[in-house]
């Protein structure tokens, strides 16, 4: 297995652009988790889906973020519209038990 | 609210010493407690695991320990290497019957010096 995927890898845009940033977890693991990390708050928990099902999205700073997995491969976090403050390094995570597979991330820069 | 430290300054340990890494939490009781390495621009990857009812855990040069009383757990790498340099989060957490929800610390740098 590839491991859990995420693309794109890098995305700078401009305040006030709609950001998407994709994850394919790994196959046959029915936990999702889409995590934000920065020096000053750490990696910090957003969403997380079971079975393709938001269960808890508490972690979601405000309105503007949105997150979707509409199958067992394939999952979405947008942001709209995107503010600078915004910028930080996204990882999703997918996993069958306790131990999380993270991908590589995706590094947002909003000007 | 929950709390979860990890010292924030970097340790740096001569290649050979074992290096000994805190994380302290603070109203929670997590069922479990995780260990993960971070290397720059990589995602974390998981270490070790331990339950509430185990005090110790080992895997190769890793020994994780788990004291519920002091709220504390201690990470520790034997016969350290260069190699060993990355961050170390530690995540208690939470869940059971297929649920495992942690919280992470903010990490602690490791450098070790050949």
């Known amino acids: 297995d590839a491991g859990v995927i995420q693309s794109p890898r890098h995305e700078v845009t401009e305040m006030g652009q709609e950001v998407t940033l994709r994850c394919k977890p790994i196959?046959?693991?029915?936990?999702l988790f889409w995590y934000r990390q920065t020096m000053m708050r750490g990696l910090e928990l957003l969403i997380y889906?079971?079975?393709?099902?938001?269960?808890?999205d508490s972690g979601m700073p405000e309105d503007r973020f949105s997150a979707k997995m509409p199958n067992a491969s394939f999952s979405t976090l947008k942001i709209q519209p995107s503010e600078p403050r915004d910028s930080a390094v996204y990882f999703c995570?997918?996993?069958?038990?306790?131990?999380?597979?993270f991908g590589p991330g995706t590094r947002l820069t909003v000007l | 609210s929950q709390k979860i430290e990890q010292n924030s300054e970097a340790l740096n340990i001569q290649e050979g010493k074992t290096a000994t890494l805190t994380c302290n939490y603070t109203n929670y009781s997590p069922a479990y407690l995780q260990w993960y390495r971070q290397d720059p621009g990589r995602g974390p990857v998981f270490l070790l695991l331990i339950r509430e009812n185990e005090k110790e855990k080992r895997k190769e040069r890793l020994k994780v320990t788990f004291d519920t009383t002091l709220k504390q757990s201690l990470f520790h790498i034997t016969a350290s290497q260069p190699a060993d340099s990355a961050t170390y989060l530690c995540?208690?957490?939470?869940?059971?019957?297929?649920?495992?929800?942690?919280?992470f610390g903010r990490g602690t740098s490791l450098i070790v010096h050949p």
């Open positions: 196959s046959g693991h029915d936990y």
């Open positions: 995540a208690p957490g939470t869940g059971s019957g297929g649920s495992y929800i942690p919280t």
């Open positions: 889906f079971n079975n393709n099902v938001p269960i808890d």
């Open positions: 995570a997918s996993s069958l038990g306790a131990e999380q597979f």
